[in-house]
């Protein structure tokens, strides 16, 4: 009887939806109705051995959804910046055009974020600059055009780019699936690592979307 509630709820899980405070809620308030009867039921409910049984099963099931959330929460903490619904990796710089920056050395990784490849939906065509191009930080190099519109990409740094991701000219939705690994779209060998003091941490990044999301 409780298998399908399960499997439900931890798909959810993994997809990081607050399921499990909608599952809560709603046992509450059912809850609440059941007790809130005439005081013949609530005895029932007390002395009645299937009542019991009933009783039990729910208990049994909000303890798993208290355990699952608290499980949730440990494990996206451990790994993302907590706040928002998508991922935002603690490791990198953003910008508020929402491209992320990975730094290595004078070598600095470029893509968009998945906040932005969110909005934007499936990505079906990615425009890369040419080997040796110069960008400057806040300038487009390039665009990323999804079904919904399409969206400049601005250079979080400035300098010039070493290579890009040719991969995208053939599978552009890495954008999607895979926006901080594979969906890379421009190496740049940077001119001034000063400019990264202008870009946002995770921390910041993850309020920044909050607060940009809350206006639409």
């Known amino acids: 009887m409780l298998c399908g509630p399960i499997a439900i709820s931890s798909i959810f899980l993994l997809n990081r939806v607050n399921v ?4 809560l809620l709603v046992w509450i308030v059912n809850y609440i109705r059941f007790c809130n009867g ?33 499980i949730a929460d440990f494990s996206f903490s451990s790994n993302f910046t907590p706040g928002i619904e998508v991922s935002i990796l603690k490791d990198l710089k953003y910008a508020d055009s929402h491209e992320w920056v990975k730094v ?36 487009s190099f390039g665009a990323v055009e999804s079904v919904k519109a399409t969206s400049d990409v601005n250079s979080p740094v400035s300098g010039k780019v070493v290579e890009v991701n040719e ?9 999607n699936s895979s926006p901080y690994e594979g969906g890379w779209i421009i190496k740049v060998e940077m ?12 921390e910041k990044y993850s309020k920044f979307c909050e607060e940009e999301d809350s206006k639409h």
């Open 191 to 202: 001119n001034d690592a000063g400019e990264l003091k202008n870009l946002m941490d995770s």
């Open 167 to 175: 991969e995208l000219s053939s599978s552009p939705a890495l954008v």
């Open 20 to 23: 499990l405070d909608i599952c």
């Open 104 to 139: 290595n050395g004078n070598s600095a990784t470029i893509g968009i974020t998945d906040h932005a490849q969110d909005h934007l939906g499936d990505v079906v065509y990615v425009e890369l600059p040419d080997v040796g191009t110069a960008v400057k930080q806040g300038d």
């Open 38 to 70: 005439k005081l013949a039921e609530t005895e029932r409910m007390l002395t009645s051995p299937n009542s019991w049984h009933v009783y039990v099963l729910n208990l049994w099931w909000v303890s798993y959804l208290v355990i699952l959330r608290f």
